[in-house]
């Protein structure tokens, strides 16, 4: 059952507006865009287009990085990583749906050092839920929640994005 929705397009307009005016300062050339597989993808895919970046956008599936592979095993929809060119060198814009604990940051990075060292990584994300336990912290947020030990979000779409938050029983 779904408690509650957010508007997720507002979130995305305020995250391109504030990465436009990190690319304006013009001190991260040609950036390569990655989103982390699923939402993340489809949050790259619309602020890629709408900042109009040069470099193919590239897409992350970070199953084999988790530290709870172990435990919840292998995600039925594992997809390779598509990344169209080797991070070596590159600055790198990482985009996820949700940053609760930073696991998820921490298994893209490590998926990412697969593909050579970047320059940079600026992370950004579209809801921050501060909830951290590593000590990793996204550039560019959409917006903070708070929400409570038994509930979760979910970014739904492509089309129509919208963040829900749902009981953790009822997923």
């Known amino acids: 059952m779904t408690t509650n929705v957010l508007n997720a397009e507002a979130l995305l307009e305020k995250m391109q507006q504030e990465?436009?005016?990190?690319?304006s300062k013009n001190d991260k050339p040609d950036p390569l865009m990655i989103g982390i597989h699923t939402g993340g993808v489809w949050l790259a895919?619309?602020?890629?287009?709408?900042?109009e970046l040069e470099s193919p956008l590239g897409v992350l599936?970070?199953?084999?990085?988790?530290?709870?592979?172990?435990?919840?095993?292998?995600?039925p929809k594992v997809q390779p990583s598509k990344l169209?060119?080797?991070?070596?060198?590159r600055h790198v814009i990482l985009v996820d749906d949700v940053i609760m604990s930073g696991r998820t940051i921490?298994?893209?990075?490590?998926?990412?050092?697969?593909?050579?060292?970047?320059?940079s990584i600026t992370l950004a994300t579209l809801?921050?839920?501060?909830?951290?336990?590593?000590p990793i912290q996204?550039?560019?947020?959409?917006?903070t929640l708070a929400i409570s030990a038994d509930e979760t979000v979910k970014l739904t779409g492509p089309?129509?994005?919208?963040?829900?938050?749902?009981?953790?029983?009822?997923?």
Request: hydrophobic share 35%.
């Open 19 to 23: 990465l436009q005016a990190l690319l």
């Open 45 to 51: 895919e619309r602020l890629h287009q709408g900042l």
């Open 61 to 75: 599936d970070i199953s084999f990085h988790r530290d709870d592979f172990e435990t919840s095993g292998l995600n």
């Open 84 to 89: 169209p060119c080797t991070t070596e060198g």
């Open 106 to 119: 921490r298994a893209a990075m490590n998926e990412l050092f697969d593909y050579g060292r970047p320059a």
């Open 127 to 134: 809801l921050d839920l501060q909830q951290r336990e590593l």
């Open 138 to 143: 996204a550039d560019i947020i959409g917006g």
């Open 159 to 171: 089309e129509p994005m919208a963040l829900e938050i749902r009981n953790r029983s009822d997923d």
